[in-house]
């Protein structure tokens, strides 16, 4: 390069700089998320075979996307049901963990040892392991899933509500086995609050319950939304989310194959953006009124 | 002697209900039988899975043993041992772990620093780039990703997931980016323009000033990338498949592996595959981690307030 010094700016400067820093980001962007999702979305209006040499591709537009809307039962029925489990998971995660946060943050002794068995799950909860304990029926709240009582309940219920309330059941622990690193989001933000303002509610006569509503939760507002995006995210990524493994089988079924594979991905995708979504616009419209 | 009454009635309250400077004993009994009752839900599947290794097949079939086992069996902990075929898949998904967080944790801090650091147009758009990297599920990106590594030969090889950390496009690398973006934002700004005042280039900022005060950023990091590359079986599994294997993709084949090494028909009763073998493998898959995380607990449980990473 030659050293021929061109007039620069500062600001010209400090923007290159920054490019430098952030260039093999953007090469990695480029190489293993853009150019890989543009292919499987040309995947996705194609008929793929996987011959000796490579891949061959025949256009069919629109017909695995309808496929898999309009003659695959098995599919809608497990996005439905992840959207019903989404649904019923987030909010008990971030009750649970916004409850388990709080205590935490009062003043006691052995706060280290609590603090450390909660976040335990953060550290193993990996597909296998999961499968595993689900399947010897470790992660069932002990009795509860199982008594006599409950299945006559469970009978009495509409078919639309049945699911849900024995997926809540049967996975009670493992949906706050994803809790971990919400509590320690939200500990972190419950300890930023100001003591001040809690002392200042004490003496206008404000008791405890009333300051928890009025400072504690509207402090929490951002801390929950991203509590939320990470839980939804955690869930929908989860290798033993049931629409993922079946992505996953059919991708190497002969009669579903990439394409196929490809266009259930992208639905799914859409279901989650809408998902996230809809979370966003709840919280701050709730936002909105408390304020 | 009404004063004495009320002064000991006053203190019996205040020890039973609390008052300004204390919980009281009433709150605080509720509060630690509140914590150990979850506590105990919690770590309910770990117990359960840890008895139950432990049971023989005697005890297994014996209704009577719930909780605790009649003798001290190992048993099934060999035989998971063999199956899993430990030694080397342990070293197998140590590596898959460990290298690509530490390139991961190496290019986060870069791209975190420039981020954090300078001003440049296009800024904005990196981050929601970032963002979608974060929410796009691996299944939208990884078939072309399988292909291309297969034409290239490098499909079953661990480099297949060690390419990708190295470009910041690892396992929840977004993540990361903004663990130190967030570490690099509360930096002085002082000590960067002395250091550029006595001539220092870009480069030595960083390494000198920048990355000796991130440390606690990098040690989260790469701890929780560890943790997170050594659970994610998706694409250790599409990206390994035909080739090595990992501890959880071998318990994800842990019947199949049991019936190679013990046939069905050709071992006695007590040697058949069952729940115990199975639990033991569980927890020799996740025992590694479990001594991780009792060594570095406090790494873990502070992690989000040492890089203050909910921000401001």
Known sequence: MSQVKRPISHRQREARSGWIFVSIWVIGFLLFSLVPLVQTFVFSLNAVTVTATGISMDFVQMANYSRALLTDPTFVELLIGYVIETAISVPIVLIFSMIIALLLNLKFKFKGFFRTI????????????????????????????????????????????????QYLLSSFILILWFSGVQILIYLSSLQKIDRSVYEAAAIDGANAWESFWKITLP??????????????????????NKVIK????????????????????????????VILAVITLALSYSARKSR | MDNVKTFYESRLKSFLFGNREDYGLIVKVMLYLLLIAIGFVYLYPLLFMFVTSMKSPQDLLNSMIQWVPSEFYVGNYTKAFRVLNYPINFLISAFVAIVPSLLQAGVASLVGWGLARYRFRGKNLIFVLLMATFIIPAQTTVIPQMLAYKSLGLLGNVFSLVIPALFGQG?????????????????????????RLDGASEKEIFLKIAVPSAVPAFIVS?????????NETYLTSIFLSGGVSTLPMQLSKFVQAYENLYPPGMVNIFDRLNEAVKLSGTFLNILPLLIMYFVLQKWFVESVERTGLTGE
């Open chain 1, 118 to 165: 909660f976040f335990l799950p953060v550290v193993i909860t990996s597909g296998p392991v999961i499968q595993e304990l689900t399947a010897q029926g470790a992660t069932k709240v002990a009795g509860l899933a199982d008594s006599a009582t409950i299945e006559v309940l469970l009978r009495e219920l509409p078919n639309a509500l049945r699911a849900p309330v």
């Open chain 1, 219 to 240: 402090a929490l507002q951002t801390t929950t939304l991203i509590n939320a995006f990470y839980t939804i995210v955690t869930l929908s990524h989860f290798s033993e």
């Open chain 1, 246 to 273: 079946y992505v996953y089988s059919q991708t190497y079924a002969v009669q579903g194959g990439i394409g196929y594979a490809s266009a259930m991905s992208f639905i799914y995708l859409l279901a989650l953006v």
């Open chain 2, 171 to 195: 396992y929840r690398s977004a993540i990361f980016v903004l663990i130190f973006y967030q570490s690099f934002s509360t930096f002085p700004k002082a000590l960067e323009e002395a250091a």
């Open chain 2, 222 to 230: 790469i701890i929780f990338s560890i943790v997170w590359y050594w």
